[in-house]
């Protein structure tokens, strides 16, 4: 049987000279391979460096050597007011109001303290609905949540299995609202399922959670900086992400979190802290905790600087092009990886993630059809040839464009590197 040739390096590089979008690649740190660049498809887990990153970083310890404690009060980008910095551009990038984002902690651990707010259980409605499958740590916080306030995860974690083909839908969600709606005191989903690729309608969710009675979270880990969000309007009670994914703000960067503006001024319970203080009063340094409204009264310490200014760097390429022309170009970037796969590697690659360009993100997981063995041999043949996706056992290979950065020739180069390992 003879296959259809795989496109040649020149047809790639002509669909990158005439992308409507121009690739920002100059702007970040590509890793080397050899004497070339690595296709590197893991932005999804950690997005590459942006250039501008350093000179942030360097303006922060420049300011703490000249002018030290005064570096909190010295010039436009003094430390008290710095977080204040990354709000707008986050807002813009998940759709929500400036007072309704708020940079702080980490991922796993604002997922804790909003849900000193949001997960008020009661014995009525103690439940928890999530995906099964879920990242672990989201697991072990909801579970240890239930059995702080109490409650027993046997029954009151209520796990939501997807299909045969390991999706979940609308469909099925709605279907386990519906069952366990009035146990329900919040729902907790993902943006973006980071096992499979699939894509959530979160005004859809919000909505079926509200009319069943209990408070809508999200975990956008995989959906911020991927997907255009309208966490404003889609009118999810809270939200929380890292910035280290998509968002390229280097590892274990500071995270995210969204409250919804109509939580502003409630009185809701939470663990507080000095920065989360009303901030025209909050040096009068009194004993009753007065919260700032919206996100920022979440804040607990002053934040870590060093820590924001990767971010605030990273958020830049962000505002100044916009989700949707970003969103645009990384459905034509992952069309084009399906349809090199569909027409080329089908023998060797079944692909998890949704075919619906609207039920899914930059990222396509990849079923090895040979196996484990199979696929973690052809795992490491790419990686040796400079073609770097992620692993996730024990048959899937996951590869996720990232439209600043990835190209059409660095998506034929894993064309290539699964053609020429098939033939191997
Ligand atoms: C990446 C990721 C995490 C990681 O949590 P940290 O607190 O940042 O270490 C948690 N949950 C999900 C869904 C993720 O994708």
Redesign the pocket.
């Known amino acids: 049987m003879t296959r259809p040739l795989l496109p040649a390096h020149s047809d790639a590089l002509a669909l990158d000279a005439h992308d409507p979008l121009p690739t920002r690649r100059d702007e970040f740190l590509i890793p080397r391979h050899g004497d070339g660049e690595q296709a590197y498809f893991v932005g999804n887990?950690l997005g590459l460096q942006p250039r501008a990153a350093r000179a942030s970083v360097d303006e922060v310890l420049d300011a703490w050597e000249r002018v030290a404690v005064e570096g909190h009060f010295t010039g436009q980008a003094q430390w008290m007011t710095y977080h204040e910095l990354v709000a707008e551009p986050l807002a813009q990038v998940v759709g929500a109001h400036r007072e309704e984002v708020v940079a702080m902690n980490?991922?796993?651990?604002n997922?804790h303290f909003l849900m000193v707010s949001f997960y008020r259980p009661t014995r009525e409605r103690p439940a928890i609905l999530m995906e099964a499958g879920?990242?672990p740590?989201?697991r072990y916080a909801l579970e240890s949540q239930v059995r702080f306030h109490g409650f027993d995860p046997a029954t009151d974690l209520i796990e939501v299995e997807p299909g045969a083909d390991g999706l979940f839908g609308t469909a099925r969600i709605a279907d386990a609202i519906e069952r366990h709606g009035d146990r329900l005191a919040l729902v907790l989903w993902?943006g973006v399922q980071?096992r499979t690729g699939e894509a959530f309608d979160l005004a859809e969710i919000t909505r079926l959670a509200h009319a069943a009675g209990a408070v809508a979270g999200f975990?956008l880990?995989?959906a911020v900086g991927n997907l255009p969000l309208h966490l404003h309007d889609s009118d999810a009670d809270f939200a929380v992400w890292?910035h280290?994914?998509y968002l390229n703000s280097g590892p274990?960067a500071v995270?995210g979190a969204f409250v919804h503006a109509r939580h502003a001024q409630a009185d809701l319970p939470r663990f507080a802290g000095w920065w989360g203080h009303d901030k025209a009063t909050r040096f009068r340094m009194g004993p009753e905790f007065q919260p700032t409204p919206g996100a920022e009264g979440w804040q607990l310490s002053n934040p870590p600087i060093l820590g924001l200014a990767p971010l605030r760097a990273a958020l830049a390429p962000f505002a100044d092009t916009g989700m949707p022309a970003l969103r645009a170009k990384s459905a034509r970037l992952t069309g084009y990886l399906e349809h090199l796969i569909r027409t080329h590697l089908q023998d060797v690659l079944d692909i998890v993630t949704p075919a619906d360009p609207a039920r899914r993100g930059a990222q396509l997981s990849l079923r090895v059809r040979g196996g484990r063995d199979e696929g973690r041999a052809l795992f490491d043949h790419l990686a040796a040839h400079g073609v770097l996706g992620d692993w996730r056992e024990p048959d899937v290979i996951r590869i996720s464009p990232a439209p600043l950065y990835n190209t059409h020739a660095d998506i034929l180069r894993f064309a290539q590197g699964v053609a020429a390992w098939r033939a191997g």
């Open positions: 887990s980490s991922l796993t651990a997922l879920a990242f740590s989201d993902p980071y975990d880990a995989h890292c280290y994914k274990g995270a």
